[in-house]
């Protein structure tokens, strides 16, 4: 083989290199075109659905399930609706959110994620459970703290910062958007209100070692 073979077929593997190079840099960077493209087109979906008041949610909120002649509708649950407003009760007689946590896993009430998951609501975090009855003060805050009980629709409360963001992102409250009354509500206004009050309020047990139920509800005429 002379000296110009050689260089010719050298020269003929740099160049197949090169442009190997090139494809893969070009499907790195249209792949990753595509995923944000994708991305846009979903949340562009996702908003209109937002605005249009509709739930974007896969699975209702807990307490609630979807409505067999529409979908999109949420409907009661009646077995998890009563463990919500057991929830609002115990906190108007003064047992805080850790407290609540461990009388329902006392009593081995399934906790929400478990709950969904034994009706088929299963996803990849909720799938295997060591404890079904675990139930978390994080978990009764949680519920507590969701104004979709009154019977509400709020959406925009959370958003993704980029397209490669696997976790949403909680934004300011000033943001979301409530479309009231599109669902029959679990807890009446006024309950879900005292209930925000009584939880801001510091709840000293009496010498029984029980909270009053009164506390951050009546106040002293000087005070």
Known sequence: MDTMSVTLKSTTILSVLWNCKNIILYGKHYNEWFARDTSKKVQAIKRAQSMAGKHTAVHPLYGYKKDPDDP?????????AEIVRRIFRMTFNGKGPY???????????????????????????????????????????????????????????????????????????????????????????????TAQKLRKTGRRPTSLGEANPLTGLLYCADC
């Open 72 to 80: 999109e509708k949420w409907i009661i649950d009646d077995e998890a």
């Open 99 to 193: 407290e609540i946590a461990t009388i329902l896993e006392r009593e081995h009430i399934l906790c929400p994620s478990a709950y969904l998951a034994e009706r088929g609501a299963r996803n990849r975090r909720n799938n295997d459970f060591a404890n079904p009855c675990r139930w978390w003060g994080t978990t009764v805050s949680y519920i507590l703290n969701r104004m979709e009980y009154m019977g509400h629709t709020v959406n925009f409360k959370t958003e993704k910062t980029s397209f490669r963001d696997k976790r949403r992102h909680l934004t300011p409250k000033d943001t979301w958007v409530i479309f009231e009354n599109t669902q029959e509500p679990i807890i009446d206004e006024e309950t879900f209100r």
